[in-house]
């Protein structure tokens, strides 16, 4: 149990074009997600936390209108990286909060595969 | 300050040997989780095992196990009977406090090469 399904896994586009990326949990409603951002060899890195049905919190140094991040629905985030540039070009890749084992205290973070991004 | 720090950059181990990723963290929350993840060459990242500040014994889960030292504020991973499947980056991590959004804080990484 506990998947979050990742999409694309790779995506290559032009420079001014917007992308998305969405995830989805598929057996568990993830009332909150987060969106990192890792480039290579390095770790990664918050860009934002996404609440279910309410605005996305950013982390500072973080566009918002750069990176839209739209959480709709319990099992569905999206991240669209608007007007994406080559310094844009990233792995991109999604968590969901889910309780662990049934502690409600606790909590485990389960990662979607990742969004190689490559901007031309 | 650093919240999670991992002081090797890269490691190597025999196959069949056990080895000890190092962790250390930084919090003054009481309530906290510690996670370590495995992130192949692919990227996806693979949940290992998991420590809540409150658990009184070490986790172990299978071949993974967490040397949870409070005092030291130290949670390091030990891998026994490394397999060649285990070269990987590994990553620790940190969750502080309980709250709805608390997110994961990442340290650096380490990458293990396994040698056959």
């Known amino acids: 149990g506990a998947v979050v399904s990742q999409h694309p896994s790779w995506v290559i586009c032009k420079s001014g074009t917007s992308v998305k990326i969405e995830c989805r949990s598929l057996?568990?409603?993830?009332?909150?997600m987060f969106w990192y951002r890792q480039f290579p060899k390095q770790s990664l890195m918050l860009m934002a936390t996404?609440?279910?049905?309410?605005?996305?919190?950013?982390e500072q140094g973080v566009e918002k209108d750069k990176f839209l991040i739209n959480h709709a629905s319990l099992t569905l985030s999206t991240l669209t990286v608007t007007s994406a540039h080559p310094e844009d070009s990233s792995f991109y890749i999604c968590?969901?909060?889910?309780?662990?084992?049934?502690?409600?205290?606790?909590?485990?973070?389960?990662f979607g595969s990742g969004t190689r991004l490559t901007v031309v | 300050a650093q919240k999670i720090t991992q002081t090797q950059p890269g490691m190597f181990v025999q196959e069949k040997e056990a080895v000890t990723l190092d962790c250390t963290y930084d919090?003054?929350?009481?309530?906290?989780?510690l996670f370590w993840y495995k992130q192949p060459s692919s990227g996806e990242m693979i949940f290992l095992i998991y420590?809540?500040?409150?658990?009184?014994q070490n986790a172990t889960e299978g071949r993974y196990s967490l040397n949870f030292q409070k005092a030291r504020k130290s949670a390091n991973l030990v891998i026994s009977a490394s397999q060649l499947g285990d070269s990987a980056m590994y990553f620790c991590?940190?969750?502080?406090?309980?709250?709805?959004?608390?997110?994961?804080?990442f340290g650096g990484g380490t990458r293990l090469m396994v040698k056959p």
């Open positions: 420590q809540g500040s409150y658990d009184e």
């Open positions: 991590a940190m969750r502080e406090g309980i709250g709805a959004g608390n997110m994961l804080t």
């Open positions: 057996d568990f409603q993830a009332t909150t």
């Open positions: 996404s609440n279910e049905g309410s605005k996305a919190t950013y």
């Open positions: 919090t003054s929350d009481q309530s906290y989780g």
């Open positions: 968590s969901a909060r889910r309780p662990l084992s049934g502690d409600t205290l606790n909590y485990g973070y389960t």
